[in-house]
């Protein structure tokens, strides 16, 4: 009788002993499968950060270049070159007889604005 509760406890003991090495084996599985994934997420952020520091390292020589500085001051401040002229361009308005000079024009809405652009598309191609 003492054999067989000897046995059955020997038996016990290497269940237990299975069971608790097969929890850690699938606890240090699954730790380095969600480990694995923060890595590939943060390389992936890596990667883009990357991507963005190098655009804007370019932006940042592209701003530094005189060309860009006089693009800025003609458009910004409306500087020119000592010998340039400038010409001003009219723009296509038409204003109406009843209208003063100078006002604010309104535009109606065109009637087939609600309409989707693929009709709109079509109406202007086959002009129907």
Do not use: C
Request: hydrophobic share 40%.
């Amino acid at each position: 009788m003492v054999k067989q509760i000897t046995q059955l406890l020997t038996r016990a003991g290497v269940v237990a002993a299975l069971v608790v090495f097969l929890w850690m084996v699938g606890r240090s599985g699954w730790q380095n499968h969600t480990t694995q994934l923060k890595i590939s997420e943060l390389e992936a952020k890596i990667a883009t950060m990357q991507s963005d520091n190098e655009r804007m390292g370019q932006l940042l020589l592209y701003y530094q270049t005189e060309s860009f500085k006089e693009l800025e001051a003609r458009r910004k401040l409306g500087l020119k070159k000592p010998d340039e002229q400038a010409i001003p361009v009219p723009t296509l308005v038409p204003q109406t007889s009843d209208e003063q000079p100078g006002a604010a024009q309104t535009v109606a809405p065109s009637p087939f604005a609600n309409q989707p652009i693929w009709r709109q598309w079509v109406r202007l191609v086959l002009r129907i």
